[in-house]
């Protein structure tokens, strides 16, 4: 059974309560009921996981890289900060889609860089929390890992 571990980053354990206007009213548990519903729909083994904390994500990544699983990563501000995420996704060799529920490019000149876009499969931005389930459907149209 393919597996995807979708890996949220700093501050995403206070969506629906955090500046709303911008990342709208749905929690992170909704997200992730929506997404272990959507695997149980389409046979795909989800595991949902977040983290305040860099070197949790980096070793959750490498873990995911190590076993074959694909990623989905909205690394929060980690994205505009983090060599060690990048070097976790390119030293584990992980399949990762980037994913922001912002447009990242319509925000503030210092969310326009991140550092992991050069090393990941695929970005998807703007699409509010829309974005986790185009994720997992970008990564089942590609070739599995093993
Ligand atoms: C975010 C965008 C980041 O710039 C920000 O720091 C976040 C959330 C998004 O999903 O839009 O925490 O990754």
Not at 3 to 29: C, D, F, K, M, S
Not at 111 to 126: D, E, K, L
Request: proline share 3%; charged share 20%; hydrophobic share 45%.
């Amino acid at each position: 059974m393919r597996q995807i571990h979708v890996l949220n980053g700093p501050n995403l354990n206070l969506l629906g309560r955090r500046e709303p206007g911008i990342y709208g009213a749905a929690t992170l548990a909704d997200i992730e009921a929506e997404m272990r519903a959507l695997g149980e729909k389409l046979g795909v083994a989800i595991t949902c996981r977040q983290s305040n904390h860099e070197g949790e994500l980096v070793t959750w990544i490498q873990e995911a890289g190590l076993s074959g699983a694909d990623v989905i990563l909205n690394a929060g501000a980690y994205t505009h900060t983090s060599v060690a995420i990048r070097d976790a996704i390119k030293g584990a060799g992980a399949r990762v889609i980037e994913v922001h529920i912002s447009n990242v490019h319509a925000r503030e000149e210092f969310r326009h860089h991140s550092y992991i876009s050069p090393v990941v499969a695929g970005i998807i931005v703007g699409f509010g929390i829309a974005g986790y389930r185009l994720a997992v459907q970008a990564l089942l149209e590609m070739k599995p890992n093993s």
